[in-house]
């Protein structure tokens, strides 16, 4: 296939080129008899192209692995830009959707750039990918879209309920690719999934701020009692997810995607002391985040079920080997943390 991914520059999405082009995600398919995506390709032979604005959290250095392979190309460039979307766009099979800005934290400050890009540029790439004729779209939503849950877990009819700019912003895109399926017929699927965690993580989000500010022998946030729980999945298996369902997954059709790991803030602080051989004392209690949901929780029946989806990567295995990851890897996050002074 070939396949176009925006936001391919991102932690996300670098994982998904990088997974891709070693052939990493073609075992994701293999057992499956079904073919969705409208391509007709196998998923041997791909090639890559990632279109990406190269915003403050999108980094090359994420695609040195893949630099110098012919399959891939890379093109800067807005989802917004709609000329440039009509030049790059046509000749791709699919497009993989992970362009967005991403940090809560940021939408809190302000969330104009994440209407612009979230809501509307995602609307202008559905729009450039209909006047294309690109047989297949995936979006990468989030479980954040679903709001808080107490009890339970949310499964794909769950009603959205976000509760932050960047959430909300979020749901919008993700109504509007569901729109464009049943409005105009788009070969479309849609991907929520839960927090994710691993390496070429930017150093402002939870678990890479902490466990480089602890390597460095610094100090860590934990927001309000540290009790809000989140589900953690490895970036690895989410990209598998990801890919499974651009092949397989059914038209129109939302799965969730979650790691099954579920630990509040302060049960993932413990870890990540222990990790980095820290204790408590490196930790300062700080407000907590205007309007932080609770929990999240996803029921991952649908996508298990249908698709033959599990995660494979246990947490303990996942976190140790992204510490050790951090560890080795100063050369990725120094000039980051210091360029955002983080
Ligand atoms: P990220 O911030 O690391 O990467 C986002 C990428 O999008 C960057 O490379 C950036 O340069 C690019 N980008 C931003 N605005 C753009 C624009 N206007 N045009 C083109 N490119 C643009 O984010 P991530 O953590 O890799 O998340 C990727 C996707 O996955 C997002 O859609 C996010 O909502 C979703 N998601 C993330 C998580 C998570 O835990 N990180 C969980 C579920 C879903």
């Not at 612009?116 to 559905?126: E, R």
């Not at 609770?294 to 510490?323: C, H, M, N």
Request: glycine share 12%; with cysteine.
């Amino acid at each position: 296939m070939k396949i176009l991914v925006t936001g391919g520059a991102g932690f996300i999405g670098s994982e998904y080129v990088r997974s891709l082009l070693a052939g990493r995600l073609d075992g994701a398919t293999e057992h499956s008899d079904s073919d969705h995506s409208g391509s007709g390709h196998s998923s041997a032979g791909h090639t890559v192209t990632v279109y990406d604005k190269l915003t403050y959290s999108g980094n090359v250095a994420n695609l040195a692995p893949v630099a110098d392979d012919p399959r891939y190309t890379f093109v800067r460039g807005d989802i917004n830009d709609a000329a440039l979307l009509d030049e790059v766009l046509p000749g791709h099979d699919a497009v993989v959707h992970f362009a967005a800005e991403s940090h809560v934290d940021r939408s809190i400050t302000g969330a104009g750039d994440f209407v612009t890009t979230n809501v509307v540029g995602t609307q202008m790439l559905l729009d450039a990918v209909r006047r294309g004729g690109i047989p297949r779209f995936l979006h990468v939503s989030t479980d954040e879209v679903y709001g808080s849950i107490d009890e339970g877990s949310w499964t794909e009819e769950w009603p959205l309920s976000p509760n932050s700019p960047y959430s909300a912003s979020k749901a919008g895109s993700d109504l509007l690719v569901l729109a464009a399926h049943r409005t105009h017929g788009l070969n479309a699927v849609v991907t929520r999934c839960s927090n994710n965690y691993g390496h070429y993580h930017f150093p402002e989000k939870m678990i890479p701020l902490f466990v480089t500010n602890l390597l460095d022998g610094g100090r860590v946030p934990l927001y309000g009692d540290g009790g809000n729980v989140r589900d953690w999945l490895h970036v690895s298996d989410h990209v598998r997810g990801i890919h499974l369902v651009l092949t397989k997954g059914r038209s129109g059709e939302v799965y969730n995607i979650g790691g099954g790991t579920e630990l509040t803030n302060k049960e993932l602080t413990q870890r990540l002391l222990d990790a980095c051989g820290a204790d408590w004392s490196s930790v300062d209690n700080v407000p907590d985040r205007k309007g932080h949901d609770r929990r999240y929780s996803l029921d991952i029946t649908k996508i298990g079920q249908e698709l033959g989806y599990a995660p494979q990567v246990s947490f303990d295995e996942g976190l140790a080997r992204t510490v050790e990851w951090y560890r080795e890897n100063r050369a990725w996050w120094e000039p980051l943390k210091a360029k955002a002074a983080l």
